[in-house]
Protein backbone atom coordinates (compact mmCIF):
# COMPACT_ATOMS: atom_id res chain seq x y z
CA UNK A 1 0.00 0.00 0.00
CA UNK A 2 1.44 3.36 -0.66
CA UNK A 3 2.09 5.50 2.52
CA UNK A 4 0.54 8.61 3.64
CA UNK A 5 3.66 10.57 2.38
CA UNK A 6 2.43 9.49 -0.57
CA UNK A 7 -0.96 10.84 -0.83
CA UNK A 8 -1.45 12.98 -3.35
CA UNK A 9 -1.08 16.92 -2.94
CA UNK A 10 -4.27 18.50 -3.25
CA UNK A 11 -5.39 22.65 -3.55
CA UNK A 12 -6.21 23.64 -0.01
CA UNK A 13 -9.46 24.57 -1.40
CA UNK A 14 -10.58 21.46 -2.99
CA UNK A 15 -12.80 20.21 -0.08
CA UNK A 16 -14.99 22.90 1.45
CA UNK A 17 -14.34 22.77 4.94
CA UNK A 18 -17.79 21.50 5.66
CA UNK A 19 -17.86 18.64 3.05
CA UNK A 20 -19.59 15.81 4.34
CA UNK A 21 -16.67 13.59 3.16
CA UNK A 22 -14.18 14.38 5.75
CA UNK A 23 -16.99 13.07 8.86
CA UNK A 24 -17.68 9.92 6.25
CA UNK A 25 -13.49 9.63 5.87
CA UNK A 26 -12.85 9.78 9.42
CA UNK A 27 -15.97 7.56 11.19
CA UNK A 28 -15.07 4.65 8.36
CA UNK A 29 -11.57 4.41 9.87
CA UNK A 30 -12.46 5.20 13.67
CA UNK A 31 -15.66 3.10 13.00
CA UNK A 32 -13.48 0.00 12.60
CA UNK A 33 -11.28 0.62 14.83
CA UNK A 34 -13.62 1.79 17.71
CA UNK A 35 -15.85 -0.88 16.80
CA UNK A 36 -13.45 -3.61 17.62
CA UNK A 37 -13.56 -1.53 21.43
CA UNK A 38 -17.27 -1.75 21.67
CA UNK A 39 -16.96 -5.90 21.17
CA UNK A 40 -14.14 -6.48 23.32
CA UNK A 41 -11.49 -6.88 21.09
CA UNK A 42 -8.23 -7.15 22.42
CA UNK A 43 -5.73 -4.16 21.89
CA UNK A 44 -2.98 -6.03 19.46
CA UNK A 45 -6.28 -6.11 17.17
CA UNK A 46 -7.26 -3.05 17.71
CA UNK A 47 -3.17 -1.91 16.81
CA UNK A 48 -3.68 -4.04 13.68
CA UNK A 49 -6.78 -1.77 12.45
CA UNK A 50 -4.34 1.21 12.60
CA UNK A 51 -1.32 -0.74 10.40
CA UNK A 52 -2.76 -1.20 6.94
CA UNK A 53 -1.25 -4.16 5.17
CA UNK A 54 -2.39 -5.48 1.61
CA UNK A 55 -1.18 -9.05 2.20
CA UNK A 56 -2.17 -9.42 5.84
CA UNK A 57 -5.90 -11.15 6.98
CA UNK A 58 -7.76 -9.95 10.03
CA UNK A 59 -7.94 -6.67 11.20
CA UNK A 60 -4.95 -5.33 8.85
CA UNK A 61 -6.78 -6.61 5.83
CA UNK A 62 -9.91 -4.72 6.73
CA UNK A 63 -7.21 -1.47 7.17
CA UNK A 64 -6.04 -2.18 3.85
CA UNK A 65 -9.52 -1.90 2.57
CA UNK A 66 -10.49 0.90 4.35
CA UNK A 67 -7.36 3.17 2.95
CA UNK A 68 -7.79 1.74 -0.60
CA UNK A 69 -11.37 3.10 -0.44
CA UNK A 70 -10.13 6.31 0.88
CA UNK A 71 -7.70 6.63 -1.52
CA UNK A 72 -10.01 5.67 -4.67
CA UNK A 73 -13.11 8.23 -3.17
CA UNK A 74 -13.90 9.30 -6.83
CA UNK A 75 -12.05 6.57 -8.69
CA UNK A 76 -14.47 3.13 -8.40
CA UNK A 77 -12.25 1.38 -11.17
CA UNK A 78 -9.44 2.48 -8.98
CA UNK A 79 -10.44 -0.03 -6.20
CA UNK A 80 -11.39 -2.62 -8.49
CA UNK A 81 -8.20 -2.76 -9.62
CA UNK A 82 -6.14 -2.33 -6.10
CA UNK A 83 -8.36 -5.23 -4.86
CA UNK A 84 -8.93 -7.32 -7.75
CA UNK A 85 -11.45 -10.41 -8.22
CA UNK A 86 -12.32 -12.03 -4.94
CA UNK A 87 -14.77 -11.62 -1.48
CA UNK A 88 -13.37 -8.46 -0.72
CA UNK A 89 -13.94 -6.43 -3.82
CA UNK A 90 -17.74 -5.69 -3.63
CA UNK A 91 -17.32 -5.02 0.24
CA UNK A 92 -14.58 -2.27 -0.98
CA UNK A 93 -16.82 -1.10 -3.48
CA UNK A 94 -19.48 -0.61 -0.97
CA UNK A 95 -17.30 1.20 1.37
CA UNK A 96 -16.21 3.50 -1.19
CA UNK A 97 -19.81 4.84 -2.47
CA UNK A 98 -21.00 4.87 1.09
CA UNK A 99 -17.74 7.45 1.77
CA UNK A 100 -18.58 9.34 -1.71
CA UNK A 101 -22.70 9.75 -1.58
CA UNK A 102 -23.35 8.95 2.87
CA UNK A 103 -25.70 5.96 2.04
CA UNK A 104 -25.15 2.28 1.89
CA UNK A 105 -25.62 0.69 -1.65
CA UNK A 106 -28.37 -2.52 -1.96
CA UNK A 107 -25.85 -5.47 -1.96
CA UNK A 108 -26.15 -6.95 -5.44
CA UNK A 109 -24.49 -9.36 -7.90
CA UNK A 110 -21.15 -10.60 -6.82
CA UNK A 111 -21.76 -9.89 -3.15
CA UNK A 112 -20.31 -12.99 -1.12
CA UNK A 113 -22.91 -15.03 0.49
CA UNK A 114 -21.11 -16.09 3.44
CA UNK A 115 -17.59 -14.28 5.67
CA UNK A 116 -17.57 -10.63 7.37
CA UNK A 117 -17.91 -8.92 4.60
CA UNK A 118 -21.56 -10.09 3.45
CA UNK A 119 -22.77 -9.94 7.53
CA UNK A 120 -21.60 -6.80 7.97
CA UNK A 121 -23.36 -5.41 4.83
CA UNK A 122 -26.82 -7.07 5.92
CA UNK A 123 -26.30 -5.66 9.14
CA UNK A 124 -25.90 -2.02 8.27
CA UNK A 125 -28.55 -2.23 5.70
CA UNK A 126 -31.22 -3.75 7.27
CA UNK A 127 -30.63 -3.05 11.17
CA UNK A 128 -33.44 -0.42 11.92
CA UNK A 129 -32.68 3.71 12.01
CA UNK A 130 -34.66 4.73 14.73
CA UNK A 131 -36.78 7.96 14.14
CA UNK A 132 -34.90 11.32 15.78
CA UNK A 133 -36.68 11.72 19.65
CA UNK A 134 -33.65 13.79 21.28
CA UNK A 135 -36.42 14.29 23.94
CA UNK A 136 -36.08 10.54 24.65
CA UNK A 137 -32.20 10.43 24.01
CA UNK A 138 -33.23 8.27 20.65
CA UNK A 139 -30.84 9.20 17.61
CA UNK A 140 -31.08 7.75 13.87
CA UNK A 141 -27.05 7.42 14.37
CA UNK A 142 -27.32 4.81 16.84
CA UNK A 143 -27.99 2.22 14.28
CA UNK A 144 -24.43 2.18 13.84
CA UNK A 145 -23.97 0.55 17.33
CA UNK A 146 -27.10 -1.34 16.76
CA UNK A 147 -25.73 -2.86 13.48
CA UNK A 148 -22.52 -3.31 15.17
CA UNK A 149 -24.19 -5.59 17.66
CA UNK A 150 -26.45 -7.37 15.15
CA UNK A 151 -23.46 -8.87 12.68
CA UNK A 152 -21.41 -9.76 16.07
CA UNK A 153 -23.93 -11.77 17.25
CA UNK A 154 -23.78 -13.04 13.95
CA UNK A 155 -20.19 -14.38 12.98
CA UNK A 156 -18.17 -12.22 15.40
CA UNK A 157 -15.06 -9.81 16.04
CA UNK A 158 -14.10 -9.30 12.62
CA UNK A 159 -17.68 -8.90 11.10
CA UNK A 160 -18.34 -6.80 13.62
CA UNK A 161 -15.47 -4.00 12.49
CA UNK A 162 -16.14 -4.57 9.53
CA UNK A 163 -19.77 -3.18 9.61
CA UNK A 164 -18.14 -0.69 11.61
CA UNK A 165 -16.45 0.82 8.90
CA UNK A 166 -19.40 0.31 6.89
CA UNK A 167 -21.66 2.45 9.42
CA UNK A 168 -18.60 5.07 10.41
CA UNK A 169 -18.89 5.96 6.36
CA UNK A 170 -22.51 6.30 6.55
CA UNK A 171 -22.96 8.17 9.52
CA UNK A 172 -19.64 9.42 9.70
CA UNK A 173 -16.86 10.30 12.71
CA UNK A 174 -19.84 12.29 13.87
CA UNK A 175 -22.12 9.42 14.89
CA UNK A 176 -19.41 7.35 17.15
CA UNK A 177 -20.01 7.35 20.43
CA UNK A 178 -17.44 9.06 22.80
CA UNK A 179 -17.33 6.81 24.98
CA UNK A 180 -15.48 4.42 22.62
CA UNK A 181 -13.47 6.73 20.98
CA UNK A 182 -12.10 7.29 25.23
CA UNK A 183 -11.17 3.52 25.04
CA UNK A 184 -9.47 3.31 21.53
CA UNK A 185 -7.40 6.03 23.12
CA UNK A 186 -5.98 3.17 25.74
CA UNK A 187 -4.36 1.51 22.43
CA UNK A 188 -4.70 4.33 19.22
CA UNK A 189 -4.69 7.89 19.20
CA UNK A 190 -8.42 8.57 17.92
CA UNK A 191 -6.98 11.95 16.92
CA UNK A 192 -4.26 11.08 14.97
CA UNK A 193 -6.31 8.58 13.35
CA UNK A 194 -8.90 10.59 11.92
CA UNK A 195 -6.04 12.75 10.46
CA UNK A 196 -4.61 10.14 8.72
CA UNK A 197 -7.77 9.29 6.94
CA UNK A 198 -8.92 12.61 6.09
CA UNK A 199 -5.50 13.48 4.14
CA UNK A 200 -5.68 9.63 2.66
CA UNK A 201 -9.13 10.34 0.81
CA UNK A 202 -8.16 14.19 0.74
CA UNK A 203 -4.86 13.83 -0.62
CA UNK A 204 -2.10 16.26 1.05
CA UNK A 205 -2.24 19.75 2.27
CA UNK A 206 -0.39 20.93 4.82
CA UNK A 207 -1.36 24.55 5.32
CA UNK A 208 -4.58 23.56 6.24
CA UNK A 209 -6.42 21.20 8.87
CA UNK A 210 -5.89 18.62 9.61
CA UNK A 211 -2.11 18.89 9.10
CA UNK A 212 -0.80 22.25 9.98
CA UNK A 213 0.41 22.15 13.14
CA UNK A 214 -1.52 24.55 14.49
CA UNK A 215 -5.03 25.54 13.66
CA UNK A 216 -6.82 29.16 13.88
CA UNK A 217 -3.98 30.52 14.31
CA UNK A 218 -4.93 33.71 12.32
CA UNK A 219 -8.47 33.65 12.90
CA UNK A 220 -10.00 36.34 14.91
CA UNK A 221 -9.01 37.93 17.83
CA UNK A 222 -11.87 35.86 20.01
CA UNK A 223 -9.52 32.36 19.05
CA UNK A 224 -6.32 34.06 19.16
CA UNK A 225 -6.47 35.50 22.71
CA UNK A 226 -7.00 33.03 25.66
CA UNK A 227 -10.57 32.73 27.10
CA UNK A 228 -11.33 31.14 29.84
CA UNK A 229 -14.27 31.40 33.00
CA UNK A 230 -15.74 28.93 35.44
CA UNK A 231 -18.72 27.39 34.47
CA UNK A 232 -21.56 29.32 36.15
CA UNK A 233 -23.16 26.02 37.47
CA UNK A 234 -19.94 23.82 38.17
CA UNK A 235 -16.81 25.72 38.71
CA UNK A 236 -14.63 21.98 37.95
CA UNK A 237 -15.64 22.67 34.26
CA UNK A 238 -14.04 25.89 32.52
CA UNK A 239 -15.56 27.82 29.67
CA UNK A 240 -12.59 28.79 27.13
CA UNK A 241 -11.60 29.12 23.74
CA UNK A 242 -8.71 27.11 21.80
CA UNK A 243 -5.78 29.61 22.37
CA UNK A 244 -6.83 29.17 26.48
CA UNK A 245 -6.43 25.17 25.78
CA UNK A 246 -2.80 25.61 24.27
CA UNK A 247 -1.77 27.39 27.51
CA UNK A 248 -3.61 25.68 29.97
CA UNK A 249 -1.83 24.18 33.23
CA UNK A 250 -4.51 23.56 35.63
CA UNK A 251 -7.39 21.59 34.12
CA UNK A 252 -7.07 17.61 33.95
CA UNK A 253 -9.19 16.76 30.67
CA UNK A 254 -10.39 18.48 27.90
CA UNK A 255 -13.03 18.12 25.71
CA UNK A 256 -12.98 19.88 22.35
CA UNK A 257 -15.58 20.57 19.56
CA UNK A 258 -13.66 22.16 17.21
CA UNK A 259 -11.01 21.26 14.88
CA UNK A 260 -7.80 21.57 16.35
CA UNK A 261 -4.10 21.31 14.78
CA UNK A 262 -1.80 18.47 14.18
CA UNK A 263 0.71 19.72 17.59
CA UNK A 264 -2.13 21.56 19.37
CA UNK A 265 -3.47 18.33 21.48
CA UNK A 266 -2.35 18.77 25.02
CA UNK A 267 -0.32 15.60 25.07
CA UNK A 268 0.59 16.00 28.82
CA UNK A 269 -2.53 14.56 29.47
CA UNK A 270 -3.56 10.93 28.74
CA UNK A 271 -5.42 10.03 25.45
CA UNK A 272 -9.11 9.13 27.17
CA UNK A 273 -8.78 12.52 29.18
CA UNK A 274 -8.38 14.20 25.80
CA UNK A 275 -11.78 14.28 23.98
CA UNK A 276 -11.70 16.09 20.10
CA UNK A 277 -15.54 15.93 19.32
CA UNK A 278 -16.81 16.52 15.71
CA UNK A 279 -18.91 19.93 15.88
CA UNK A 280 -19.09 22.36 13.29
CA UNK A 281 -20.57 25.65 13.90
CA UNK A 282 -22.26 26.36 10.74
CA UNK A 283 -26.54 26.21 10.08
CA UNK A 284 -27.14 22.78 8.75
CA UNK A 285 -24.15 20.74 8.58
CA UNK A 286 -24.00 18.60 11.31
CA UNK A 287 -26.29 15.47 10.65
CA UNK A 288 -26.22 14.16 13.69
CA UNK A 289 -26.15 17.66 15.65
CA UNK A 290 -28.31 16.43 18.53
CA UNK A 291 -26.22 13.16 19.37
CA UNK A 292 -23.12 15.17 19.19
CA UNK A 293 -24.19 17.49 22.11
CA UNK A 294 -25.55 14.67 23.98
CA UNK A 295 -22.38 12.83 23.46
CA UNK A 296 -20.02 15.99 24.07
CA UNK A 297 -21.91 16.85 27.58
CA UNK A 298 -21.73 13.33 29.39
CA UNK A 299 -18.38 13.25 28.13
CA UNK A 300 -17.95 16.61 30.12
CA UNK A 301 -20.23 14.64 33.11
CA UNK A 302 -18.09 11.56 32.77
CA UNK A 303 -14.57 13.25 33.27
CA UNK A 304 -16.48 15.23 36.22
CA UNK A 305 -17.29 11.74 37.63
CA UNK A 306 -13.37 10.88 37.95
CA UNK A 307 -12.78 13.48 39.97
CA UNK A 308 -11.05 15.40 36.93
CA UNK A 309 -11.36 19.58 36.21
CA UNK A 310 -12.25 19.48 33.02
CA UNK A 311 -11.69 22.38 30.04
CA UNK A 312 -14.82 22.71 27.64
CA UNK A 313 -13.82 24.38 24.72
CA UNK A 314 -14.11 25.21 20.96
CA UNK A 315 -12.33 27.74 19.02
CA UNK A 316 -13.76 30.88 20.25
CA UNK A 317 -16.03 29.67 23.40
CA UNK A 318 -18.67 31.70 22.11
CA UNK A 319 -21.55 29.38 20.37
CA UNK A 320 -20.71 25.42 20.63
CA UNK A 321 -19.37 26.03 24.08
CA UNK A 322 -22.25 27.51 25.89
CA UNK A 323 -24.55 24.77 23.53
CA UNK A 324 -23.17 21.63 25.47
CA UNK A 325 -22.28 23.38 28.74
CA UNK A 326 -25.71 24.43 28.84
CA UNK A 327 -27.14 20.89 28.44
CA UNK A 328 -24.31 19.57 30.78
CA UNK A 329 -25.61 22.12 33.15
CA UNK A 330 -29.51 20.26 32.99
CA UNK A 331 -28.13 17.05 33.04
CA UNK A 332 -25.80 17.16 36.04
CA UNK A 333 -27.18 20.12 38.19
CA UNK A 334 -31.03 20.06 37.24
CA UNK A 335 -30.89 23.96 35.53
CA UNK A 336 -33.73 24.30 33.40
CA UNK A 337 -32.60 24.19 30.40
CA UNK A 338 -33.57 27.85 29.08
CA UNK A 339 -32.51 29.39 31.92
CA UNK A 340 -28.83 27.38 31.27
CA UNK A 341 -28.76 28.97 27.72
CA UNK A 342 -29.55 32.41 29.16
CA UNK A 343 -26.85 31.95 31.93
CA UNK A 344 -24.09 30.62 29.92
CA UNK A 345 -24.29 32.55 26.98
CA UNK A 346 -23.75 35.87 28.47
CA UNK A 347 -21.28 34.38 31.04
CA UNK A 348 -19.23 33.64 27.50
CA UNK A 349 -19.65 36.43 25.99
CA UNK A 350 -21.45 34.52 23.34
CA UNK A 351 -23.95 34.54 20.47
CA UNK A 352 -26.54 32.87 18.39
CA UNK A 353 -25.29 33.13 14.77
CA UNK A 354 -25.99 29.40 14.56
CA UNK A 355 -29.56 29.40 16.30
CA UNK A 356 -29.34 25.75 15.49
CA UNK A 357 -27.15 24.93 18.35
CA UNK A 358 -29.74 26.09 20.87
CA UNK A 359 -32.23 24.76 19.51
CA UNK A 360 -30.89 21.20 19.36
CA UNK A 361 -29.94 21.93 23.43
CA UNK A 362 -33.26 22.70 24.02
CA UNK A 363 -35.09 19.61 21.79
CA UNK A 364 -33.19 17.53 24.25
CA UNK A 365 -35.22 18.56 27.16
CA UNK A 366 -38.64 19.03 25.15
CA UNK A 367 -38.23 22.55 24.68
CA UNK A 368 -38.75 23.93 21.42
CA UNK A 369 -36.86 27.21 20.65
CA UNK A 370 -38.35 28.60 16.98
CA UNK A 371 -36.71 31.64 17.73
CA UNK A 372 -33.89 31.58 20.50
CA UNK A 373 -32.35 35.18 20.15
CA UNK A 374 -36.18 36.50 20.92
CA UNK A 375 -36.89 33.83 23.25
CA UNK A 376 -34.00 33.56 25.23
CA UNK A 377 -33.00 37.21 25.12
CA UNK A 378 -36.48 39.48 24.35
CA UNK A 379 -34.35 42.28 25.81
CA UNK A 380 -32.45 42.33 23.21
CA UNK A 381 -28.86 39.52 22.29
CA UNK A 382 -26.55 39.81 24.91
CA UNK A 383 -22.97 41.75 24.32
CA UNK A 384 -20.91 40.15 23.01
CA UNK A 385 -17.33 38.99 23.96
CA UNK A 386 -14.33 41.37 22.30
CA UNK A 387 -11.11 40.70 22.29
CA UNK A 388 -8.28 43.15 22.27
CA UNK A 389 -6.73 43.45 19.00
CA UNK A 390 -3.21 42.45 17.88
Given at each position: ????????????????????R???????W???????????????????????????????????????????????????????????R?????????????????????????????????A?????V????????????????????????????????????????????????????????????????????V??????????????????????P?????FGI??????????????Y????S???????????????????????????V??A?T????????????????????????????????????????????H???????????E????????????????????????L??V????????????????RR?????
Amino acid sequence: MPSESQAPTVSANLWDDDDPRHDRAAGAWLGAAAVACIVGASAPVVKEIARPDGGGTGPALLSWLVVTALRHLDDPGGVAAAVGAGPHRSWALALRSTLAEGRVPAAGEGTPESGPEAVSRWAVECTPVPPLDPARGVFPCAQLVDAVRSAHAASGEEAAMYAGALAGARWGLSGIPLRAQRRLADTIDPGSLVRRAVVTARGSAASVWPEQPHHHLKGSPCIRHPFGIEHPHDPGVTLGNLSYMRSASDIGAVVTLCRIGAQDPLTRLPGRDRIEVWLADTEGVNPNLHFVIDEAARAVAALRSEGKRVLLHCAAGQSRTPAVAAHYAVLSRGVDVVEALRTIIPAVGGHLDTPELSRATAALHGVELADPLRELFPGGPPQRRRAPRD
